[in-house]
């Protein structure tokens, strides 16, 4: 029987839209969840401080990934470049910064470890959830859940 996650972060959220991409998720190959997750954090990336915008350590991350789905390198050699990537939120001086760099550091860890690929998305909500207005911020949580929605149905 499938029982579905809390998040690990604080997030306003579609509690429904999440639970059905949870359950969506499960069905994906690892391959798959991993270039789900990759596509869900990349189109945060402009969020980043702009002295991370062009860090060597995104092509990092997703040149490694790329080779952890190929099957190139091993899920130990992928845990590695993950701790690297993840010195971009550390290196973040504002929050959305930290949550787009957050979700791609998950993201790419997602090669390794399936959990990792709900996390990701629950960042990517974190930062919608912070540029958005007051009043907007459940409408884009929700957006943000349908598109990453769409992104898992053109995997299946």
């Known amino acids: 029987m499938f029982t579905y ?9 579609n509690h429904e839209l999440r639970n059905w991409l949870e359950e969506t998720l499960e069905e994906l190959p690892q391959k798959f969840l ?10 945060h990336l402009d969020h980043l401080d702009q002295q991370l915008v062009n860090d060597p350590r995104i092509d990092l991350g997703i040149e490694t990934l790329e080779k952890r789905i190929t099957g190139e390198i091993r899920a130990f050699d992928l845990r590695k470049v993950g701790f690297i990537v993840n010195e971009l939120a550390k290196e973040s001086t504002t929050e959305a910064s930290k949550y ?3 979700s791609f ?10 959990g990792h690929a709900m996390v990701c998305s629950d960042y990517a909500v974190k930062l919608v959830n912070y540029i958005s207005d007051h009043s907007s911020v459940a409408e884009a949580a929700t957006k943000e859940r349908e598109r990453q929605l769409r992104i898992a149905e053109e995997l299946l």
């Open 5 to 13: 996650s809390s998040p690990k972060i604080k997030i306003v959220d």
């Open 34 to 43: 991993a270039k789900w997750a990759l596509k869900v954090a990349a189109e």
């Open 100 to 102: 787009a760099a957050r």
């Open 105 to 114: 550091a998950q993201a790419i860890a997602t090669g390794h470890m399936r």
